[in-house]
């Protein structure tokens, strides 16, 4: 008997899906056994599949919209990494006796030019994921970013951030070597720096822990990640004392990359494949890489003084707003 396909990990709202996957599956391993042609009523499954799947994605709530940013399969930075560059050579250590690992950086070649790349790294399982931190970077980790982004600045090489955690790690330990003064030095030392400044949102991008590596010519954002000053939960867990109110939270914090892009907060949205990147992320890659290659074409082009005041004044006219 032919064995039935792996199945997909459906978020809650696929579940919708999961009736039409089992009814293919049944139906593939029925053909296979009686060597029958069923190609016919797998097509109008297949087809009905996608409308629903184009149903679910495009009415998706801004806590559904999180649930994609965490999903466990969704490409992450070394994921990326690894298919855009050419090169690629990882670098470890904030040169103060400390390697994190859930922080990444290198250098590497984009399309043949040197670059430096960083971003949070997130694990597979639980036991990746407790090595990562649950891509949730301590002091030595935006010490190592930085680190590496001075090595950017110093060669005259772009910088390309990846963002993909759910904030900064809020252990004692981290309060205890420095955690908002290493993030407060490169929020300012990202707006000094020369050379080009691409910032991808890719998944889940919360908190200070996100912005420490934010701070770009250019911020970019995936159609299914978020962006946020608190994950929803920690936000409703402050305002309510009730983490089961993340929804509203979610809601209230316009966390979704179209509010975002309304309010001026990112420059450009990358569109992702039908139910997400995780589900065709060679796609997801191509679009990143293309839209990469042309952001960094159109930022070259100007002069080094330009480009710092611009970054400065793009920020500099965040979170302001006139009232009627």
Not at 144 to 154: C, G, Q, S, V, Y
Not at 259 to 281: F, V
Request: hydrophobic content about 40%; proline content about 6%; charged content about 25%.
């Amino acid at each position: 008997m032919a064995a039935p396909p792996r199945k997909k990990q459906l978020l809650d709202f696929e579940k919708p899906l999961e009736e039409l996957d089992t009814r293919m599956d049944e139906i593939r391993i029925l053909a296979a056994e009686k060597n029958i042609d069923v190609s016919d009523q797998l097509r109008q499954l297949e087809l009905r599949a996608v409308e629903l799947r184009k149903e679910i994605f495009s009415n998706l709530t801004p806590m559904q919209e999180l649930q994609v940013a965490r999903h466990p399969r969704r490409p992450s930075t070394m994921d990326y990494i690894n298919a855009i560059s050419d090169e690629w050579m990882e670098l470890h250590g904030d040169r103060q006796g400390h390697d994190d690992s859930a922080m990444v950086a290198g250098v590497g070649r984009l399309n043949g030019q040197p670059v430096v790349m960083l971003g949070q790294q997130k694990g597979r399982d639980t036991k990746d994921n407790v090595l990562r931190n649950f891509g949730m970077a301590s002091p030595s980790g935006y010490r190592k970013a930085l680190r590496l982004m001075e090595h950017a600045n110093r060669f005259r090489m772009p910088i390309l951030t990846f963002i993909d955690t759910p904030a900064a790690w809020a252990g004692l330990e981290a309060e205890q070597y420095g955690q908002g003064e290493a993030i407060a030095v490169n929020l300012r030392e990202m707006f000094k720096y020369e050379v080009p400044i691409i910032c991808t949102v890719i998944g889940e991008g919360g908190s200070g822990g996100a912005l420490a590596i934010g701070v770009g010519d250019r911020v970019l954002m995936f159609e299914h990640s978020i962006y946020s000053v608190a994950p929803p939960e920690a936000c409703a867990a402050i305002l309510w004392r009730d983490a089961q109110k993340g929804p509203q939270a979610a809601d209230a914090l316009k966390i979704t990359a179209p509010d975002l892009l309304k309010l001026g907060l990112i420059d450009r949205i990358l569109p992702e494949p039908l139910g997400g990147a995780h589900a065709n992320p060679l796609q997801a890659t191509e679009t990143l890489k293309a839209a990469l290659t042309e952001t960094l074409a159109e930022v070259a082009l100007l002069p080094p003084d330009q480009r710092r005041q611009l970054r400065y004044e793009k920020f500099r006219k965040m979170g302001v707003f006139t009232e009627v």
